[in-house]
């Protein structure tokens, strides 16, 4: 687990001042994996007090812009923030309740992961995200009687 000491350290290598709500944002993105954006202003405010929502949007962007967080945003989903930054990790999303865990970067044959035609870009990531249902939905699921 990070520290305020850690975070500190994190926002000077980016060129970033040490303010009292990017290292509460940074602490909420690093105790919330995926937290939304409602989440990280709850986490803030139980730190800070009052603190405007677009106080925190504008960290969030600042913190993202210099690489010390990540947004992702699967399909009809709300934007998320995580902390695992610079491996090129993936993710697998429950199609039920929205949970979202990560996954380390496929193994084995992934021809998905080269793209046939660049179009001229210099690719530079690839982002895989796997759907499903989590355990949790699927043992809440109501499960259909045999006829004998």
Do not use: K
Not at 2 to 19: K, N
Not at 40 to 49: F, K, S
Not at 120 to 135: H, N, R
Request: glycine share 6%.
């Amino acid at each position: 687990m990070s520290t305020t000491r850690d975070f500190e350290q994190m926002l000077r290598g980016a060129d970033l001042r040490v303010t009292r709500p990017r290292l509460a944002v940074l602490d909420a993105v690093h105790s919330h994996p995926h937290a939304d954006t409602d989440t990280v202003i709850g986490a803030v405010r139980e730190r800070l007090g009052e603190v405007s929502h677009q106080a925190v949007y504008d960290v969030l962007r600042a913190l993202t812009d210099a690489g010390l967080v990540r947004r992702i945003q699967p399909a009809s989903s709300v934007a998320r923030y995580e902390a695992r930054v610079g491996d090129n990790h993936h993710h697998v999303v429950c199609r039920s309740c929205g949970a979202i865990a990560d996954v380390d970067c496929a193994i084995g044959h992934a021809p998905c992961l080269s793209a046939s035609d660049d179009h001229g870009f210099s690719i530079d990531e690839a982002e895989v995200i796997y759907w499903g249902t989590c355990p949790a939905c699927s043992s809440a699921r109501p499960r259909t009687a045999q006829v004998n």
